[in-house]
């Protein structure tokens, strides 16, 4: 039986990617910090099937110990600060986790694995890592669409830390002969996702307005684009990227662009409101610096991974606004017994 260790096992992804592997037949290990609880999140439905170990990408001697222990065949470091505005208001912390967190990850499996600091070792029986990098690398870009050898040009201070992450990852397979990839994963969302994530809050604001709970969306830039995926699809290529006869990059997204106008015109239609009525732009959300036109060029990973995409964005909005009805409505039926919305519902 494989094992896999997950970093971000409590996020949106890693407890996709988790199910998906349970699916698959592995050991799943993921790793959580702080003092734990994983039945209060997103994988509390799966708990019971995962192992965990403590670990905390700020903390190097942690990381080794958690591999040591859970003596993966894999590890997917998918634990990272990936909200972008958060980035401007915490760039140090973003750098140290999301950016300087990677190196500590290669070094926790160089040291468990015995790899030596000078010259490369045997791909045969090592560990293979995947590193969650991101579209934020390529920011101003250089060409649309992007695809692996698109020249990046972070805009974001979370951007320049995946770009770290990105090329230590790269250094690491050329510099030890790691078996070390970066996934370039475009947007992907979820009934999972964050709730500051744009999607997230237009479907949970659309369902809580159509009951009553709420009566207006305050968003930032209407006209921004982006190329949304679902979550779902996306974990099952990071996984094929780790099946692969020799370790490579990916760009993974499905090629189309909409904006986050037309994200609140099929939300509010699902409800059955006229979404003009309740959004509120609002300057304050707008960001310092904006990333051009991100679009994904997937040649690659449809031809390599035989990788697809499976839910459209008009499905992908309506999925998660059906998933934000069901919550608004136990939210009413809870209202009585607890002011605020319950946690646990993933
Ligand atoms: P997410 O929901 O924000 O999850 C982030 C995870 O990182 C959480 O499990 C969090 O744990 C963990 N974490 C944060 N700081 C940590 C630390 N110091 N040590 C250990 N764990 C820590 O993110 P996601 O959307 O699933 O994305 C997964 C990865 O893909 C991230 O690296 C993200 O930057 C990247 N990515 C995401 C997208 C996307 O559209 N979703 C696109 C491209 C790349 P707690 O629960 O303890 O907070
Ligand atoms: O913003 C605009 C905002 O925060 C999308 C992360 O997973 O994907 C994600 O980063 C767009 C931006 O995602 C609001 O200006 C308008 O243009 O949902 P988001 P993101 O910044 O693209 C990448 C690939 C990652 O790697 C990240 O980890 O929506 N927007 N009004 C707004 N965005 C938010 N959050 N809130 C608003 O009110």
Same mark, same amino acid.
């Given at each position: ?12 992804? /890693? ?63 998918l ?22 967190g ?5 070094e ?5 694995s /015995?790899? /030596? ?82 999607t ?15 009566? %207006? ?37 499905t /090629? ?12 509010? %239609? ?8 309740h ?32 839910v459209?964005?008009? %499905? ?31």
């Amino acid at each position: 039986m494989k094992r896999a260790l997950i970093t971000g096992v409590t996020g949106q992804d /890693g407890s996709y990617l988790a199910e998906h592997l349970l699916r698959c037949g592995y050991e799943v290990w993921g790793l959580l910090r702080g003092q734990p609880s994983p039945h209060r999140s997103r994988i509390s439905r799966i708990a019971d099937d995962l192992k965990f170990v403590e670990g905390d990408l700020l903390d190097q001697s942690s990381l080794v110990a958690a591999v040591d222990r859970a003596q993966p065949d894999e590890v997917y470091n998918l634990a990272a600060i990936s909200y972008v505005p958060m980035s401007w208001q915490q760039a140090d912390l973003t750098g140290e986790v999301t950016g300087l967190g990677v190196l500590r990850m290669l070094e926790a499996i160089r040291m468990v694995s /015995g790899i /030596g600091r000078s010259g490369t070792t045997s791909m045969a029986g090592q560990i293979r890592f995947y590193q969650a990098s991101s579209s934020e690398m390529f920011g101003k870009v250089r060409e649309v669409p992007q695809n692996e050898d698109t020249a990046l040009h972070p805009r974001s201070p979370y951007g320049v830390a995946k770009t770290y992450g990105h090329f230590i990852t790269r250094n690491y397979r050329e510099s030890f002969g790691l078996f070390a990839v970066s996934g370039i994963l475009f947007n992907h969302e979820s009934p999972r996702r964050g709730r500051e994530f744009v999607t997230r809050k237009i479907s949970r604001a659309a369902a809580r307005i159509s009951k009553g709970l709420q009566s %207006e969306l305050r968003l930032g830039n209407l006209d921004a684009v982006r190329d949304w995926g679902f979550a779902g699809d996306y974990v099952k290529a990071m996984h094929l990227m780790l099946q692969q006869g020799n370790p490579g990059d990916y760009v993974v997204g499905t /090629g189309r662009t909409h904006s986050v106008r037309d994200a609140v015109r099929i939300a509010f %239609e699902t409800v059955g409101l006229d979404w003009s009525r309740h959004v509120v732009c609002d300057s304050r959300l707008v960001r310092p610096a904006e990333v051009d036109l991100l679009c994904a060029d997937p040649k690659r990973a449809r031809a390599q991974l035989g990788w697809e995409p499976t839910v459209d964005f008009d %499905e992908l909005v309506r999925m998660m606004v059906e998933a934000d009805l069901e919550r608004a409505e136990r939210e009413q039926r809870d209202v009585a017994r607890a002011p605020t919305e319950p946690e646990g519902d993933w």
